[in-house]
């Protein structure tokens, strides 16, 4: 394992891939430096690394720089996700970096400013059932009401206590009520400065994850999955 020395210049990776688009960003202690996107959508496993590389080399930043690497785990992007993951492990073997593991819920939360007091975070649709996040606005952050769950938006109405805001795309169809705003779809764009920041304050407070633990985050098995195992059930 690389070690780093001290007092050696040090840069850090957010990586964002749980969605079409991906993102890189690199930075130095709280700052991000750059924001790139993936040149093409859907196209992780060919973009994630030679963009990487782009950035570091912008910087004049060497491998043996990089300290820590934030990144979105999910859910999302099934093949998104499973390159990310292996590209950060990769990075952890090879060259010591440290590894944060940043909910893609709260990644999207923090697009939300704070006029609001509640938001509910969806991902993930699937037969009228979202993952969803319950946040409430305390000191100008997003602090989660609750675990993360599979919702419908009935049942996120009824968990909420108060006027909320919705965030999400795509949204299960429900009807308008006077207390539930839908928020623009432009914000429910995970974007990789945000990992930035939120997996900085992370990694200050030592919240690491191994490499040989980290793992994406899915809360559904792949479509394909479940049409296999649907078809291997009738065929018993």
Known sequence: MTSHAVGSKQFNLAIETSQRQG??????????????????????????????????????????????VYMSIGPGSFTGLRIAVATV?????????????????????????????????????????????????????????????LRTIE????????KFVLLGDPLPEFESSDHVTRLPAELAVPRSDVVYTL?????????????????????????AVEVWEKNQSRAR
Request: charge should be negative; charged fraction near 25%; proline fraction near 6%.
């Open 199 to 223: 997996g900085r304050e992370a990694a200050q407070r030592g919240a690491f994850v191994s490499a040989e633990a980290i793992v994406p985050m899915y809360v559904r098995p792949p479509e």
């Open 89 to 149: 492990k990769m990075l952890a073997y090879s060259l010591g970096v440290r590894i944060v593991a940043v909910p893609t819920l709260d990644v999207l939360a923090a697009n939300v400013l704070h006029d609001y007091s509640h938001l509910a975070v969806c991902l993930n649709l699937k037969r009228e059932s979202v993952y969803s996040g319950l946040y409430e606005s305390r000191d100008e952050r997003w602090c989660a009401l609750s675990e993360p769950a």
């Open 23 to 68: 993102f890189v960003s690199l930075g130095r202690g709280d700052d991000v430096l750059a924001t790139e996107a993936l040149k093409q959508v859907r196209r992780h496993n060919a973009e994630l690394m030679p963009t990487i590389a782009r950035l570091c080399e912008r910087f004049d930043a060497s491998p043996s720089d990089l300290r820590d």
């Open 155 to 162: 049942e996120i109405d009824k968990a909420m206590p108060a």
